[in-house]
């Protein structure tokens, strides 16, 4: 049964490129989450994909964006990149309607800014 | 006020040393509760989660909430290297709220 697969593991980039982190769902899962873990930190909650839409939000910036695809892989684009974006990148998914089950988790890309 | 607080120690025990770690959270309406294990340079997993009140125990870790109080608690038993990691509670709400994670060192 294959997990939560993110990729890549480790990215490096400076400030004001582009970056785009993709994540494969648990199997039989179809809702997406992009979390984003500072050091030190726990995960904070960046959007929700389901059915190939945004269905929620946390507070980040409008450079924080997303898509979904039909095979319910999802990827997170950040544009504009600052310093402060350097952190673990979490991605989980579940199953739509079971909110308030526990969600699986990938094992993260870690970006780095220069 | 955030949703869910998390003293982020770090804490450091000796191996055989029961451990107790702990959250507060804000909000009276919540009704599930988990702790995640986070490994270094890995993501975070599932370890407990419980629904509304009371204690849940899954070998040497024992889960408890006290809603009257708003504070949920990890217990771990008799403590083993392996066990050191970065604990997270989280509480689902209209998005999953995490604490800020308990570093814990098992010390051989």
């Known amino acids: 049964d294959a997990g939560v697969t993110q990729s890549p593991t480790h990215l490096i980039k400076t400030r004001g490129q582009q970056v785009t982190l993709r994540c494969s769902p648990k199997?039989?899962?179809?809702?997406v989450s992009w979390y984003q873990q500072a050091l030190g930190q726990g995960p904070q909650f960046i959007f929700q994909y389901y059915e190939e839409e945004e269905r929620q939000r946390g507070n980040f910036p409008d450079r924080f964006s997303g898509h979904q695809f039909p095979n319910y892989s999802s990827e997170l684009n950040v544009n504009a990149l600052l310093l402060g974006d350097s952190a673990l990148y979490l991605c989980a998914s579940s199953l739509v309607g079971q909110g308030s089950q526990p969600q699986h988790f990938g094992d993260g890309t870690r970006l780095s800014i220069l | 006020q955030k949703e869910v607080e998390q003293d982020p120690g770090p804490l450091s025990v000796p191996e055989g040393a029961i451990v107790s770690l702990n959250c507060t959270y804000s909000?009276?309406?919540?009704?599930?509760f988990m702790w995640y294990r986070q490994y270094s340079r890995k993501g975070p997993e599932l370890l407990m989660y419980t629904y509304s009140s009371g204690n849940k125990e899954d070998g040497r870790f024992t889960a408890q909430v006290d809603k009257s109080s708003k504070y949920i608690s990890l217990f771990i038993r008799d403590s083993q290297p392996s066990d050191s990691a970065t604990y997270l509670c989280?509480?689902?709400?209209?998005?999953?709220?995490f604490g800020t994670g308990t570093s814990l060192t098992v010390i051989p």
């Open positions: 909000n009276s309406a919540f009704q599930y």
């Open positions: 989280a509480i689902p709400g209209n998005q999953f709220y």
């Open positions: 199997s039989g899962h179809d809702t």
